[in-house]
């Protein structure tokens, strides 16, 4: 079934609104795609009203990690995202996904990951996007996958690229952010992308700087203690493509956990060389990937998979391995020499291991009465590779030092979600409600505006998303309703398969697709693109435009026929105030003391529809006398801080006052 029709106007009544400027009761209307009022609402005949008493409404959720590249059309695992608020994924993650080119590689090597692509045309990332449209509940954005941009161009080759080389994957990557994608991922521990230096990826990174997209890295080495290195080669490549381009390179960094101190250090020390970066983390210590990447050398899994299963069946490989690779693996930072009680199966996609899922290398080869290296050799080989693992770390991570990382204004909410697999890791069914159950309910380390931050507004801007992650007039209707009190991650690792609870009604771009916790038979989600790409969308029917006055106390009246403030297609406007105190009328001496009230009143108005003076784009200011510029001038600074909105000053006629800011 397809997308739903939307007749009439939909009404959220009686929650309270969240925006990470702030929170307020207040009755959200949704006409077509776009909210359109916002305030104490009269409902209509002929409206759906949705009682939220009791409950938060909140800017849908986005997690910029996802592996659903092939799974996002499946009714369960839409249904696990939803439950947990998330309107729209990011994929094409790690370096590998199946644009550009046909999908084969990505389906002979990460199906274990996403899944395979039964709806992709092999057309790109256009067709890709296009084929989203109307296929889903969810919205999903798409980042070029460095790694198969290279095999597309080099194929199974493990030496450095050439400049023809080079040049061909520059195109590549051109096209798909002019096809909408919003950035660039790379996967520095899969092949082949553990054969693209930083030269190579700096080169791939320019188109996406100039299309204002993203450089999103799994670092190069295991993270953990080793996670200096990989940041020293984002660096570099932050760097280097900026000097290319022209145009400075904003990256992201993948699912990064270490211990807390490294992970703030390593992001002070990116700042601090002007690198603009943000990451995402999930609220669980244990991680979750294919079994090859830690098991096997790279120069094996370049091999066609046919190869490589042949390989591994050969007595004299085998050997080799045990001598020569598996000590490495025992060095490996995130696992040690303890590699096979750290090492959980997920999925294992051979009849005769089925009895596995859930058991350790190490019980596994216990029952099988046979070696864990030996084991781990046999399952892969049944297995054709299609296998992925939960990894232990050495030392697991308090609550109290994962809130430290998720505090850093930089987070992202990102789930690494797996959902293929028997045995799955409980992050793909729970991150979203753990991160409000654990970290804004239980311990507060986020306020409900911080997590609106974190998971809605910050990732819609960092990827370009358009009018989302927001609760404005004129945004789009991406919205959950939350149970404050009840929110909770039910999956662990012992039952990894529960979905979430206390999200119970959601809508994508104003349609419902759960209701009183069930999916619903619509399908509006799209494949949204980057701003900016060379895409032009069918042109949308939008509501009139509406116009919602705003009016305090708290800042000095009209003098005539105008309003205070209005809000109007999701921008706020404001009159031009001066100085006078709102309770008193009281005008001060100094232009100075004049400036702090005049902002005052400006930010009394903004505050009444929960935003601040930080949220302000563009002022424009008139002096009386343009001498006292620099006394304004100190005095205004006071009330801002970066990045500092627009300002025009001019010399104006002003009756008794120095100073009015509009």
């Given at each position: 079934?397809?997308?739903?029709?939307?007749?009439?106007?939909?009404?959220?009544?009686?929650?309270?609104?969240?925006?990470?400027?702030?929170?307020?009761?207040?009755?959200?209307?949704?006409?077509?795609?776009?909210?359109?009022?916002?305030?104490?609402?009269?409902?209509?005949?002929?409206?759906?009203?949705?009682?939220?008493?009791?409950?938060?409404?909140?800017?849908?959720?986005?997690?910029?990690?996802?592996?659903?590249?092939?799974?996002?059309?499946?009714?369960?695992?839409?249904?696990?995202?939803?439950?947990?608020?998330?309107?729209?994924?990011?994929?094409?993650?790690?370096?590998?996904?199946?644009?550009?080119?046909?999908?084969?590689?990505?389906?002979?090597?990460?199906?274990?990951?996403?899944?395979?692509?039964?709806?992709?045309?092999?057309?790109?990332?256009?067709?890709?996007?296009?084929?989203?449209?109307?296929?889903?509940?969810?919205?999903?954005?798409?980042?070029?996958?460095?790694?198969?941009?290279?095999?597309?161009?080099?194929?199974?080759?493990?030496?450095?690229a050439d400049a023809s080389q080079r040049s061909a994957m520059v195109a590549l990557v051109e096209?798909?952010?002019?096809?909408?994608?919003?950035?660039?991922?790379?996967?520095?521990?899969?092949?082949?992308?553990?054969?693209?230096?930083?030269?190579?990826?700096?080169?791939?990174?320019?188109?996406?700087?100039?299309?204002?997209?993203?450089?999103?890295?799994?670092?190069?080495?295991?993270?953990?203690?080793?996670?200096?290195?990989?940041?020293?080669?984002?660096?570099?490549?932050?760097?280097?493509?900026?000097?290319?381009?022209?145009?400075?390179?904003?990256?992201?960094?993948?699912?990064?956990?270490?211990?807390?101190?490294?992970?703030?250090?390593?992001?002070?020390?990116?700042?601090?060389?002007?690198?603009?970066?943000?990451?995402?983390?999930?609220?669980?210590?244990?991680?979750?990937?294919?079994?090859?990447?830690?098991?096997?050398?790279?120069?094996?899994?370049?091999?066609?998979?046919?190869?490589?299963?042949?390989?591994?069946?050969?007595?004299?490989?085998?050997?080799?391995l045990r001598r020569d690779w598996f000590p490495r693996v025992a060095l490996n930072p995130s696992?040690?020499?303890?590699?096979?009680?750290?090492?959980?199966?997920?999925?294992?996609?051979?009849?005769?291991?089925?009895?596995?899922?859930?058991?350790?290398?190490?019980?596994?080869?216990?029952?099988?009465?046979?070696?864990?290296?030996?084991?781990?050799?046999?399952?892969?080989?049944?297995?054709?590779?299609?296998?992925?693992?939960?990894?232990?770390?050495?030392?697991?991570?308090?609550?109290?030092?994962?809130?430290?990382?998720?505090?850093?204004?930089?987070?992202?909410?990102?789930?690494?979600?797996?959902?293929?697999?028997?045995?799955?890791?409980?992050?793909?069914?729970?991150?979203?409600?753990?991160?409000?159950?654990?970290?804004?309910?239980?311990?507060?380390?986020?306020?409900?505006?911080?997590?609106?931050?974190?998971?809605?507004?910050?990732?819609?801007?960092?990827?370009?998303?358009?009018?989302?992650?927001?609760?404005?007039?004129?945004?789009?209707?991406?919205?959950?309703?939350?149970?404050?009190?009840?929110?909770?991650?039910?999956?662990?690792?012992?039952?990894?398969?529960?979905?979430?609870?206390?999200?119970?009604?959601?809508?994508?771009?104003?349609?419902?697709?759960?209701?009183?916790?069930?999916?619903?038979?619509?399908?509006?989600?799209?494949?949204?693109?980057?701003?900016?790409?060379?895409?032009?969308?069918?042109?949308?029917?939008?509501?009139?435009?509406?116009?919602?006055?705003?009016?305090?106390?708290?800042?000095?009246?009209?003098?005539?026929?105008?309003?205070?403030?209005?809000?109007?297609?999701?921008?706020?406007?404001?009159?031009?105030?001066?100085?006078?105190?709102?309770?008193?009328?009281?005008?001060?001496?100094?232009?100075?003391?004049?400036?702090?009230?005049?902002?005052?009143?400006?930010?009394?108005?903004?505050?009444?529809?929960?935003?601040?003076?930080?949220?302000?784009?563009?002022?424009?200011?008139?002096?009386?006398?343009?001498?006292?510029?620099?006394?304004?001038?100190?005095?205004?600074?006071?009330?801002?801080?970066?990045?500092?909105?627009?300002?025009?000053?001019?010399?104006?006629?002003?009756?008794?006052?120095?100073?009015?800011?509009?």
């Open positions: 079934m397809t997308d739903s029709v939307r007749t009439g106007r939909t009404l959220l009544r009686g929650g309270r609104i969240v925006n990470a400027s702030g929170e307020r009761d207040a009755d959200v209307v949704v006409e077509g795609a776009i909210i359109t009022e916002i305030g104490t609402v009269t409902a209509r005949a002929g409206d759906t009203v949705l009682d939220c008493t009791g409950r938060l409404v909140m800017p849908g959720f986005i997690d910029v990690h996802a592996h659903v590249d092939g799974l996002i059309g499946d009714d369960a695992v839409q249904r696990a995202l939803l439950r947990q608020g998330v309107t729209t994924v990011v994929v094409g993650q790690d370096g590998v996904s199946c644009a550009p080119g046909d999908g084969g590689y990505a389906t002979e090597y990460f199906a274990a990951i996403n899944g395979s692509y039964p709806d992709y045309s092999g057309a790109g990332v256009g067709a890709y996007l296009a084929g989203l449209n109307a296929a889903s509940r969810l919205n999903a954005a798409y980042l070029v996958p460095a790694g198969t941009v290279r095999f597309e161009v080099c194929g199974r080759s493990q030496e450095a096209q798909g952010m002019r096809a909408g994608a919003v950035g660039l991922s790379s996967g520095l521990d899969y092949v082949p992308g553990l054969f693209q230096d930083a030269g190579e990826l700096a080169a791939l990174c320019g188109p996406v700087a100039r299309a204002g997209g993203v450089y999103v890295s799994h670092m190069r080495g295991g993270y953990e203690k080793n996670a200096a290195a990989g940041i020293a080669e984002i660096t570099e490549i932050a760097h280097d493509a900026a000097a290319t381009a022209g145009v400075a390179l904003r990256v992201h960094i993948s699912h990064f956990h270490a211990d807390a101190d490294i992970v703030l250090s390593q992001l002070d020390g990116l700042a601090a060389s002007g690198v603009d970066a943000t990451f995402d983390a999930y609220p669980y210590t244990r991680g979750c990937s294919l079994i090859s990447m830690p098991l096997l050398p790279p120069e094996l899994l370049m091999l066609p998979v046919n190869e490589v299963v042949g390989a591994l069946g050969d007595a004299g490989v085998r050997k080799r696992l040690g020499p303890g590699w096979p009680h750290m090492i959980t199966f997920a999925h294992l996609d051979a009849p005769e291991f089925a009895w596995a899922h859930g058991l350790t290398i190490a019980e596994a080869a216990t029952r099988a009465s046979t070696t864990p290296i030996e084991l781990a050799l046999d399952a892969m080989k049944a297995c054709r590779l299609r296998a992925n693992i939960i990894m232990a770390v050495p030392h697991d991570r308090s609550v109290s030092e994962l809130g430290r990382i998720f505090a850093h204004p930089g987070h992202m909410g990102g789930s690494d979600g797996i959902f293929i697999g028997a045995h799955p890791h409980p992050r793909a069914r729970g991150t979203f409600a753990r991160l409000l159950r654990e970290y804004v309910r239980e311990t507060r380390t986020w306020t409900w505006t911080d997590a609106v931050h974190h998971l809605s507004s910050g990732p819609a801007a960092r990827f370009g998303l358009g009018d989302r992650g927001v609760l404005a007039p004129g945004a789009v209707a991406d919205i959950v309703v939350v149970d404050p009190g009840a929110v909770t991650d039910v999956a662990t690792y012992d039952e990894p398969m529960q979905d979430s609870i206390g999200i119970d009604d959601v809508l994508v771009a104003g349609v419902r697709v759960l209701a009183g916790g069930v999916l619903t038979a619509a399908l509006p989600g799209q494949g949204l693109r980057h701003r900016g790409a060379d895409h032009h969308p069918p042109k949308r029917r939008d509501p009139p435009m509406t116009k919602t006055a705003v009016q305090t106390a708290n800042a000095p009246q009209p003098a005539g026929p105008y309003s205070q403030g209005v809000i109007a297609n999701g921008f706020f406007y404001t009159a031009g105030f001066g100085p006078q105190h709102p309770a008193s009328g009281a005008v001060a001496d100094s232009v100075a003391d004049q400036t702090r009230q005049t902002l005052r009143n400006v930010g009394a108005v903004l505050a009444e529809h929960g935003l601040t003076l930080d949220d302000c784009v563009k002022t424009t200011v008139h002096l009386a006398d343009l001498a006292d510029f620099a006394e304004f001038n100190e005095a205004y600074q006071e009330f801002f801080s970066a990045p500092y909105p627009v300002r025009t000053t001019v010399g104006s006629q002003l009756a008794d006052i120095l100073v009015e800011i509009a």
